[in-house]
């Protein structure tokens, strides 16, 4: 069974920081490069924050680069999304998804984050 639970969402401050986490299982973590997406209702998904299957390659989208910092820990089959000086146009569901070399790909159901004072 593939799983991929996310936790760490909530309800922050202009300003505050959070961090999610997922947790991956049914898989060889390893093998599989990992990203966050986020989504708002009538708007579509977009990449957040993707990192290598080693953790040594990042990317960020221009919105979230210098505040947001992509991490995974293999031996936790962990990824990690720490978010800092969050902003109101950061509120929406975030979504972990894994990546194979082959194309199998894995999604988690989301976690709420709502930025507002």
């Known amino acids: 069974q593939v799983r991929l639970v996310e936790s760490g969402g909530g309800l922050v401050q202009p300003g505050g920081s959070l961090r999610l986490s997922c947790e991956a299982s049914?898989?060889?973590?390893?093998?599989?490069?990992m990203s966050w997406y986020r989504q708002t209702p009538g708007k579509e998904r977009e990449l957040v924050a993707g990192?290598?299957?080693?953790?040594?390659?990042?990317t960020y989208a221009d919105s979230v680069r210098g505040r947001f910092t992509i991490s995974r820990d293999n031996a936790k089959n962990t990824v990690y999304l720490q978010m800092n000086s969050l902003k109101p146009e950061d509120t929406a569901v975030y979504f972990c998804?894994?990546?194979?070399?082959?194309?199998?790909?894995?999604w988690g159901q989301g976690t709420q984050v709502t930025v507002s004072s």
């Open positions: 990192l290598s299957k080693i953790g040594t390659a990042t």
């Open positions: 998804k894994a990546i194979s070399i082959g194309n199998s790909v894995y």
């Open positions: 049914g898989f060889i973590f390893s093998d599989y490069a």
